[in-house]
């Protein structure tokens, strides 16, 4: 499908539209990229509201601050589904929608009547995304899915005291299973529609949370386990060291990471210590990783001897890799993000100022761009149900009904 001038300026998917069930952030931070695209979100939510709404300070009630940061470029209504007008409503938008995805459990789906089967009788060629916990063949198909469960059974909470020495799991501090498989219903989402391109099919396609994080974590971490019988043990060991981590400096901290010879000949070298590159333990890339313990110890004597700014001015003259440690707050104002405008306040009508983080992703032709501020629950529903074809009384019979939350 060729893109018009206009498309082109709204972005890759402009002309697209996507029906989003989804709620708190794996199903929003995958849609809020599709919206970036240039797709045409509509988030469908119930009278309560995505959960996101409420965690968190606000300005406004349900204007919670996850909910502002992935909820942009989408349009807002509020449907009970539980009564026939909504679903009504629904089954209409369905059949101007190209995508739908949700991360309700199957049996919720059906019972509301709009499970796939269904959906594609309104829609046959609707691509059809339902984020899951497990696999619907599996032993854990239909149970209840958070990002903690699923770091712990994919064993993610054991890779930081795998690190550290400690005896108890943890999880890592961050929705990691939540956006990581996120990326995959994104990327999934779009091989469907690229799929039906080609062959005018729509399909179901199920996006498994345990399965995500299990593919995402073996990537280095099967490591030994590869072979069979393995030949070592699992996670890559240099990621695992207790020693891999930020270097004190005179004043503060600093990520370093010498990689090629050159690298660390020029490391040493400024470190006073020249003659280590020589030495038969440091000499190679396999005898480092043999022997990574004691080389990221002698980093970390090697870093104290320098302020931050003074290890990254050097270190960028010979060509380090180094890069300055930041808190989660002055992150924000780093020169890359601010100058790239990666970060940038925005004024929402009813919250005030905010601050927006970018769509990641450079695309030259039709870039993602942020067209439209997170919307108020419900606040697009007239716009939207007049689009359908409802007239003023159809929509105040709704409203009467209950159907509109």
Request: hydrophobic content about 40%; proline content about 6%.
């Amino acid at each position: 499908m060729a893109l018009t001038p206009d498309q082109q300026n709204h972005g890759i998917l402009s002309g697209y539209r996507i029906i989003d069930l989804s709620s708190v952030v794996l199903g929003p931070f995958c849609t809020q990229l599709l919206g970036d695209m240039g797709a045409d979100v509509i988030k469908i939510e119930s009278p309560d509201g995505d959960i996101m709404r409420h965690a968190g300070p606000t300005v406004s009630p349900g204007m919670g601050p996850i909910y502002l940061t992935i909820n942009r470029n989408k349009r807002c209504m509020t449907l009970d589904l539980r009564k026939p007008e909504a679903r009504k409503v629904l089954q209409q938008l369905i059949r101007t929608a190209d995508a739908l995805i949700h991360n309700v459990r199957a049996a919720g789906m059906e019972r509301l009547g709009f499970g796939y089967d269904a959906v594609k009788a309104i829609k046959p060629d609707i691509i059809y995304v339902h984020a899951v916990g497990f696999g619907s063949q599996g032993a854990y198909a239909g149970r209840q899915a958070y990002d903690d469960l699923v770091q712990a059974v994919t064993g993610m909470s054991t890779m930081l005291p795998r690190q550290d020495g400690s005896s108890a799991p943890r999880y890592f501090p961050g929705l990691i299973a939540d956006k990581t498989t996120g990326l995959y219903a994104a990327n999934a989402m779009l091989a469907g529609l690229l799929h039906r391109e080609r062959t005018g099919r729509g399909q179901f396609i199920e996006v498994p949370m345990m399965e995500c994080m299990v593919s995402y974590t073996m990537a280095e971490n099967l490591y030994g386990h590869t072979f069979v019988p393995p030949k070592g043990p699992t996670a890559y060991t240099r990621s695992i060291n207790p020693e891999r981590r930020p270097y004190a400096t005179k004043d503060g901290y600093i990520a370093i990471m010498p990689y090629s010879d050159a690298n660390w000949a020029a490391y040493f070298s400024l470190g006073g210590r020249a003659e280590l590159i020589n030495e038969p333990r440091f000499a190679t890339y396999a005898k480092r990783t043999e022997n990574i313990t004691e080389l990221y110890g002698i980093i970390a004597e090697i870093a104290v001897q320098r302020t931050t700014d003074e290890w990254l001015e050097v270190l960028g003259k010979a060509n380090v890799p180094a890069m300055r440690v930041h808190s989660l707050e002055s992150v924000l104002d780093d020169p890359q993000l601010r100058e790239t405008g990666f970060v940038s306040e925005r004024h929402h009508p009813s919250e005030g100022e905010y601050l927006a983080i970018a769509h990641p992703v450079h695309y030259s032709d039709a870039p993602a761009t942020i067209r439209s501020d997170p919307p108020l629950q419900g606040q697009h529903n007239r716009e939207i149900l007049g689009e359908l074809g409802f007239g003023d009384e159809e929509i105040m019979e709704m409203v009467k009904a209950g159907a509109l939350g």
